[in-house]
């Protein structure tokens, strides 16, 4: 560049820089431990790197063009070689397998200066090779330590691959079922998402992230990016501060107690902040009130996207906010590598600011032990050795198993009878081997997922006949994760063969919902209902046979109204991963009794959501006399979900006596006892999730009617009883007050143990 064009440049950036929104200053940099032989390299590798190099840390690219979102302008692989070998990439994504992990390593390792590793990163999201239910479905289990597990079997077997890092746990609290992306996280509520969030870092992660079958984890997306406006995904966020604290944030907040290396930014903005330009939410929150000493890395293209949102005027500025507000990697936008060198030669981005952020990626680098073997996770014959193994596809299947939810179950339908002569399984989802693998599969092989029909097949009785019909495909065409899903809206070809089969057999497995790929990142919708020709297919069956058993398998809450007003048995099955199948038959046919809850409601209809247990009252919560209009509802609907949070049935009946409590009042010294006896009151041994809310009845800013507190699970033989008691603390009544903290607030609270977030007992106390 010649040197008039340099000044001009310069002048226009410095322009730009007076004129563009203020960012807070960065917490004061890192001051490194000196005892730890970790930080002592990181100063000393530090100390040698020119500032590009230390830019390059802060690079990061994708291994393949338009992977997850559209690829930079100008990107070429040559160009990225070049990059590569000049250390000027710090890290790439969508590389994985060992020997193609080496081969990018080596590039580096083999020509750059100070030969830094690349960090391979990689979105395992329930899943590597071997498929686990998708994250939502698997919250149903209300089970930590599957869920730690899972992420642990996700994490060697990634691991195996050559990859470092995965870009998971999804931490997003989601209220609205239209947003594509729900299938992703654990649900509505903060109390259980938290759990899921610290159990999925603790699988990915293990005790040691230098071992060789860990991965370091990513919390994603920072933040509030599951609050899309009308769901639709990356959208205007704008929430109140106290929703940030309250519900977005304390997911996060543990995922980061639990030692997740890092962070990722999200798309959105908050009311008028996009996150990649947010001091508060990177550098004041996360890094310096939570400590986190790792680092955030921004979500695809999301530092250059806020040219879109009209926040920065172009990549070079974008550039200069995301690094003042504390992105520490830039995700496919260029945007570091080609202008932050210029910020900080000018001094609007002091240097202290890039050496931070590289401390922290050189930190996680050093932590995952890659400086003392690059290669150390590209390990062919291990990969070959573990991937798939007939253990995790145990695991496979009793995840399956444990995340189904039992919506309906009238006349005790199910379990099926497996002396039954004659079975018809039914509908566009039950032969197929791939929607049950669910979107964000990272390795998962297409068509690899056990069919529900293979495991009615594998568990009926020697004598029965499965009779199959597809009646009507769910889509035409491709399907991929890139391309649209279309619809069958009109082919009724097959219905004639379903009706058939319907006519001859004791009873019906329609297996209906969505394709894996109806749901996921840019799959949002306006409509719940199920989609095409399903509800025409339901109801034609149900007019000739109506023992129909509906297996949905679906990766978001469906607004199911008038097939549950019908149909005797409804089984969610989500997207259950590698062992659907035979999951969903051990349900079907009793070999496990169905133990899931809901992490998320079902609305009746789709203009009910955002719709989730722990709302407001509002001043006009219930009408004061029959016939009143003027109180906070829906005129054609009731407020209450079909199915509310926490909901699932089992195939036998539990009892709850009422509350007895430990006393009337607590006190943060005087904690107090909550304690019910559940009974089996039905035939069958089951287990049951007894859930504690909380209702804090007058606060500083008004409070949700209830709130999850705990969850125990039990497993009670017919006619067995046990008492389960809870301890409530000081501590679980405390929220983000009026006065900005976190405290409990003295007064009256109610308290209630239940079945599910509607069906409970109630008690009150106070808190001293
Ligand atoms: C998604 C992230 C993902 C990234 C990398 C983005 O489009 O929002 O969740 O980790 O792509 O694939």
């Not at 704008?238 to 030692?259: R, V």
């Not at 790929?517 to 339901?538: P, T």
Request: glycine share 8%; with cysteine; proline share 5%.
């Amino acid at each position: 560049m010649k040197p008039t064009h340099l000044f001009i440049t310069t002048v226009i950036a410095m322009i730009i820089a007076a004129c563009s929104p203020k960012v807070s200053p960065p917490a004061a940099p890192d001051v490194p431990a000196k005892e730890d032989p970790i930080e002592a390299k990181v100063e000393a590798l530090l100390r040698k790197m020119t500032l590009e190099e230390k830019i390059g840390q802060m690079n990061q690219y994708s291994g393949f063009w338009e992977a997850t979102g559209p690829a930079p302008k100008g990107g070429n692989q040559e160009r990225q070689y070049d990059q590569l070998r000049n250390g000027l990439v710090g890290s790439m994504l969508n590389v994985n397998g060992a020997a193609a992990t080496r081969e990018v390593q080596k590039i580096v390792m083999e020509n750059s200066r100070l030969k830094i590793p690349l960090l391979i990163g990689y979105d395992v999201i329930h899943g590597y090779k071997t498929m686990f239910p998708i994250p939502l479905g698997e919250t149903a289990s209300w089970d930590l330590n599957l869920m730690e597990q899972t992420a642990r079997i996700a994490a060697t077997e990634a691991a195996a691959g050559g990859v470092h890092w995965t870009f998971a746990p999804m931490v997003d609290i989601s209220r609205d079922a239209r947003w594509g992306r729900i299938m992703e996280g654990a649900g509505e509520d903060t109390y259980l998402g938290s759990l899921v969030a610290a159990a999925r870092v603790k699988g990915f992660q293990g005790s040691d992230l230098s071992a060789n079958n860990t991965v370091a984890a990513c919390a994603k997306h920072f933040a509030a990016y599951g609050f899309a406006e009308s769901g639709r995904d990356y959208n205007t966020v704008d929430i109140s501060e106290h929703t940030l604290h309250n519900i977005i944030l304390p997911p996060f907040k543990a995922a980061a107690d639990a030692g997740a290396a890092t962070f990722m930014n999200s798309f959105n903005e908050i009311g008028g902040l996009p996150s990649s330009g947010s001091a508060l939410l990177q550098r004041d929150i996360l890094k310096k009130d939570w400590n986190f000493d790792g680092f955030v890395v921004s979500d695809w293209g999301s530092i250059g996207e806020m040219v879109g949102h009209g926040f920065a005027a172009d990549t070079s500025d974008a550039a200069r906010i995301a690094a003042l507000a504390g992105s520490d990697m830039d995700m496919e936008s260029r945007a570091y590598i080609v202008h932050l060198a210029n910020w900080v030669k000018n001094k609007t981005v002091p240097e202290a600011y890039v050496d931070d952020a590289v401390r922290r990626i050189l930190r996680i680098k050093f932590r995952l032990g890659l400086f003392d073997d690059p290669y150390r996770y590209c390990d062919e014959e291990r990969e070959k050795r573990i991937t798939l193994s007939p253990a995790f596809m145990d695991v496979a299947r009793d995840a399956g198993r444990k995340s189904i939810v039992l919506l309906k179950n009238e006349g005790n339908l199910l379990p099926l009878k497996t002396e039954a002569k004659r079975i018809a399984v039914i509908g566009p989802l039950a032969a197929d081997k791939d929607a049950p693998l669910g979107n964000w599969r990272a390795q998962g092989m297409a068509n690899s997922a056990v069919s529900l029909l293979e495991g009615v097949q594998a568990a009926a009785g020697p004598n029965t006949e499965i009779l199959y019909a597809q009646g009507a495909a769910l889509s035409v065409g491709l399907r991929t994760f890139l391309l649209p899903t279309t619809i069958n809206t009109s082919d009724k070809s097959g219905f004639a063969e379903a009706l058939a089969a319907a006519r001859k057999a004791e009873v019906v497995v329609l297996a209906i919902g969505e394709d894996c790929w109806q749901s996921g990142e840019g799959r949002s919708v306006a409509n719940l209902e199920l989609s095409g020709l399903q509800m025409e297919l339901f109801n034609e069956i149900y007019r000739i046979n109506k023992n129909v058993v509906v297996v949905l398998m679906n990766g978001r809450p469906l607004a199911i109204q008038e097939l549950a007003g019908k149909a005797p048995a409804i089984v969610e099955a989500w997207h259950l991963g590698s062992q659907a199948g035979h999951a969903i038959a051990d349900v079907l046919f009793g070999k496990y009794n169905p133990s899931g809850k809901l992490p998320v409601s079902f609305p009746r209809v789709t203009g009910q959501v955002p719709i989730y247990y722990n709302y407001k009252s509002t001043g006009r919560s219930y009408p004061s006399k029959p016939n009143e209009v003027t109180w906070s509802h829906h005129n054609d609907v009731p407020n209450s979900p079909l199915f509310p949070f926490g909901f699932g049935l089992s195939y036998t009946t539990f009892s709850y006596s009422d509350i007895a409590l430990s006393a009337k009042e607590m006190t943060a010294a005087a904690p107090l006892q909550v304690s019910v006896t559940v009974t089996n009151s039905g035939k069958a041994a089951g287990t049951e999730t007894v859930q504690l809310y909380v209702q804090d009845l007058v606060g500083s800013v008004t409070r949700p009617v209830k709130e999850l507190k705990g969850f125990q699970k039990i497993t009670l033989a017919p006619g067995e009883s046990k008492k389960v008691t809870f301890t409530i603390t000081a501590k679980d009544l405390e929220f983000y007050t009026a006065a900005r903290k976190w405290e409990a607030e003295r007064g009256a609270f109610k308290v209630f143990v239940g079945t599910n977030s509607a069906e409970v007992k109630e008690a009150g106390f106070v808190l001293k």
